[in-house]
């Protein structure tokens, strides 16, 4: 038996239990937005929570009490600035504990253990963990980049909430990557002295996934931004317009089938059987299969040309 296996068997821990509650939550938001309207009774506040940008215009009417906990959308750079300073740090410490021998400190390491990390050894973990959390490292760094100099943001908005679970997000993204590492007390458990023995062609094949769909959602987030654009570069509008080319000829959120290949990308790179990451994989599908149908339905009500084969989220199926 390979020696993680009784690891991914072992009972639900927090992390996963956390992970797996989100995912019912999203799973049964979207079942209740492919419910025909006058079969669910509707309440304005779920509507508002599950909304934002574009999507709340095409929502119920909202009422002054829920505009009052109103936030820019344009605070969603506020999320890759904790992630490249929070998921950093994290790196930082993998690293130094990689190559220098340098123990975790002991907040972060009995954090870990909180949150259900475990004592095991005799995985290719250490290496998988490395590149994953780099890989969500660099994503941040690209999202916040993209944020400044891509993406022209509108008056649209999020709500409090929405902003708030954003922060906490990225924080607990990162925990989870560290939370993977084989570990032995404080310090990370590498087989052999070099690291890069560890090496496997499931490595390379998550990093070329990871880039792949990294290039793919810049294309789409440069199509969006060009939308409010004229051919100099200057932003003319903020009004929404249908979009064209790369994956737009196939879905609606093209950007949002990209966030999910990413995260299909790292669960490669651990290996495929990493039981804790397949649950993020899965909380990741359902959230942003949500925000890709709302889209969907926003862009069909908005445009009568909206291209008929265009799907919301997953090419010729959904």
């Given at each position: 038996?390979?020696?993680?296996?009784g690891v991914e068997?072992?009972a639900?821990?927090p992390?996963r239990a956390l992970?797996l509650?989100?995912t019912?939550?999203?799973?049964l938001?979207?079942?209740l937005?492919l419910?025909p309207?006058?079969?669910?009774?509707?309440?304005a506040?779920?509507q508002?929570?599950i909304r934002?940008?574009?999507?709340?215009?095409?929502?119920?009417s909202?009422?002054?009490?829920?505009?009052?906990?109103?936030?820019?959308k344009?605070y969603?750079?506020?999320?890759?600035?904790?992630?490249v300073?929070?998921?950093?740090?994290?790196?930082?410490?993998?690293?130094?504990?990689?190559?220098l021998?340098?123990p975790?400190p002991?907040?972060?390491?009995?954090?870990?253990r909180?949150l259900?990390?475990a004592?095991?050894?005799g995985?290719?973990?250490?290496?998988?963990?490395?590149?994953v959390l780099v890989f969500?490292?660099?994503?941040?760094l690209r999202r916040?980049?993209?944020?400044?100099?891509?993406?022209?943001?509108s008056n649209?908005?999020?709500?409090?909430?929405?902003?708030c679970?954003?922060?906490v997000y990225y924080v607990?993204?990162g925990l989870?990557?560290l939370s993977?590492?084989?570990?032995?007390g404080?310090?990370?458990?590498?087989?052999?002295?070099?690291l890069?023995?560890q090496?496997?062609?499931f490595?390379?094949?998550?990093?070329?996934?990871?880039i792949?769909?990294?290039?793919?959602?810049?294309k789409?987030?440069v199509?969006?931004?060009?939308?409010?654009?004229?051919?100099?570069?200057v932003v003319?509008?903020c009004n929404h317009r249908?979009?064209f080319?790369?994956?737009f000829e196939y879905?609606?959120?093209?950007n949002?089938?990209?966030?999910?290949?990413i995260y299909?990308?790292?669960a490669?790179?651990?290996?495929f059987?990493?039981?804790?990451?397949?649950?993020?994989?899965?909380y990741?599908f359902?959230s942003?299969?949500?925000s890709?149908?709302l889209?969907?339905?926003?862009?069909k009500?908005?445009f009568?040309s909206?291209?008929?084969?265009?799907?919301a989220?997953l090419p010729?199926?959904f």
């Open positions: 038996m390979a020696p993680w296996a068997l072992s639900l821990n992390l992970w509650a989100l019912a939550a999203f799973l938001t979207l079942v937005q419910v309207a006058g079969l669910v009774p509707g309440c506040l779920f508002d929570l934002y940008g574009k999507t709340k215009r095409e929502g119920p909202r009422s002054a009490a829920c505009r009052v906990f109103d936030v820019p344009r969603f750079s506020h999320f890759y600035i904790i992630s300073l929070w998921n950093g740090f994290l790196l930082w410490h993998l690293t130094q504990s990689l190559f021998g340098v975790f002991y907040w972060l390491h009995g954090l870990l909180i259900g990390a004592q095991f050894q995985s290719e973990l250490a290496l998988s963990a490395f590149l969500l490292w660099l994503h941040s916040l980049f993209e944020c400044f100099y891509v993406s022209v943001f649209a908005v999020i709500h409090i909430v929405q902003y679970f954003g922060l607990l993204i989870t990557v993977q590492v084989p570990m032995d404080r310090n990370v458990y590498v087989i052999g002295k070099n890069l023995m090496a496997r062609w490595h390379i094949l998550g990093m070329m996934m990871f792949w769909s990294s290039v793919h959602q810049y789409c987030h199509i969006l931004g060009n939308l409010r654009k004229n051919k100099a570069g003319i509008h249908i979009p080319g790369d994956w879905v609606s959120s093209p949002y089938l990209a966030e999910l290949m299909i990308s790292m490669v790179t651990f290996g059987h990493n039981l804790t990451w397949w649950l993020v994989v899965t990741v359902f942003q299969a949500l890709a149908l889209s969907h339905k926003f862009y009500s908005k009568v909206y291209p008929k084969h265009r799907k989220f010729f199926l």
